[in-house]
């Protein structure tokens, strides 16, 4: 149950919207690397490192898309608000997980250390509530801390149930919810609240929805690889003691699967358990309920509220978010 | 350097104000508590730890007396948001030192291991920020913000110089102004803001020269001791490999003290050290850099822009910072 560690559908989304999407997006990233080369060489260090964290932008992205065409300054700041608060939650998830690589490139956790990586996660937080700081963003600082709130609670219970084999499938959803699909909710909220334009929740609704498929999703990519792909070794997930939903279904189908033990476990023997769980069949129902989540962003998005542009892009990304995977 | 390890002069201050300073400083803990008893099973365990952290509230108590005896209650919520994010750092400090104890009561990462008291920090620093989340409250979420910041790169600082032995005063001072006075100097600022009076900068100074003075003085009990007072051993920063003010002046008119090896000492070795310390005058250096920091501070205060009554207990703060070490 890593974070995206898969490339987020950005591409396709970039080529069919106007010039104003990209030029946007421009102007997030000179925010971001303002972020990270403006506090001296202490921070210069860990720049490279930390800026990559992100990948490749699919949060602010939908933030941008949620202001639509006419996005004002403040949404370009929401954009780069969630993206900090994103890499803040990444940076510290290595130093929890002990992660050498993320994306390629070495860690802060990696390069510096815990005491540093530590430090560099709090500032991003630090900085994503600064770049909120104008006159009338107070909906937008309110909902973004709500859902740091979110993903620490969410990292609270993905340590409670680790290694824990018996853990529900609601449980599981909850977690998601908090470590995953709440911060794409927030990033389509941010994005309308700043643009001041209606259909704020079923935008909210959609967020959630494309952000709990893409962790589904992400979960089968632990358990099929392949690693040159997703850029970690398969069965990292059931290495770490966190058990998934591929995981939770097989469990039911295959017995050998109910009381296996997490701890202790070698790449090898993960692995196997992995091949286990492809057997089941349970890897096809995850993503038919992936498919059927975005399926359901994307009939929301049918209301008066949204332009024909919107509905399109968005459900471009939508699709992006299960094509990558399939 | 650990911060506030030693209660602040809260007492006077809360005698000499009138009822309206505690009805308020009532309110700010109410508030912390919600904080920590409003997210389910999941914090409340950690609830005792967290809220011990932060101590006496010397911080929420500047905020107050800045804002003034009619402080509003963005006001309040200004004091609660400074206090969360001085409680946030100290949980993640206790991580990177690995620290069992602090007031007499068990850490977050004592109690819960480092996972969960990264994620405690996590979600009381985001807590901090949107319990500003206001109109009209953006100079002081901004302001918090940077002093959110530069408590990080008062950490960075902080690692890297390291069991450095060589490091100067001026880099010293520029750590304590980090880690400390930054946050001192916000908290009256984001007071004095919320309360729309005059003097903003006057008592942004104030703050920071008070709180170079606190972290000067706690530096030096980390020397004297006792443990009973200070509920941490003698010499805790040098086997932490932190090099404070009592050791960069001993070492010019100690030889011995110039190429001390700070890596692999024990507690005997540390408690030596302390000693030498203290023998060569420096303990009397610091103190009275202290003292002349908390009169320049009482210095700043007369201006048009206070009450009596404001100078009075401001001025009552600065000798407490001072007595309570003497």
Redesign the interface.
Known sequence: MTRSSVPAPVTAVMEAAGAWLPVRMAEVEERLTAQTVG??P??GEEAEATLAAGGKRLRPLLVLMAAGNSAPERAVRAATAVELVHM??LV?DD??DGAPVRRGRPTVFARS????A??????L???A??E????????E??E???A??A???G???Q??DAFDTTISETRYLERCSLKTARLFESACRVGRLASGAPGTEELAAFGRDIGLAFQLLDDVLDVTGPPERTGKARGTDLLDGTVTLPLILARRVDPALEGVELRGLDQTAAEAICDRIADSGALEEVRARARDGTERAKRILVADAFTDEECHLLGLIADGVVDRYS
């Open positions: 506090h001296g202490r921070l803040a939650t510290h130093v929890l250390g815990r005491g540093r530590l430090a560099v996660g709090d500032l937080l630090s900085r509530f600064a909120l700081a104008v006159p009338g963003a107070e909906a600082i309110a973004l801390s709500s740091s709130v993903l620490a609670l990292e609270l219970a340590r409670r």
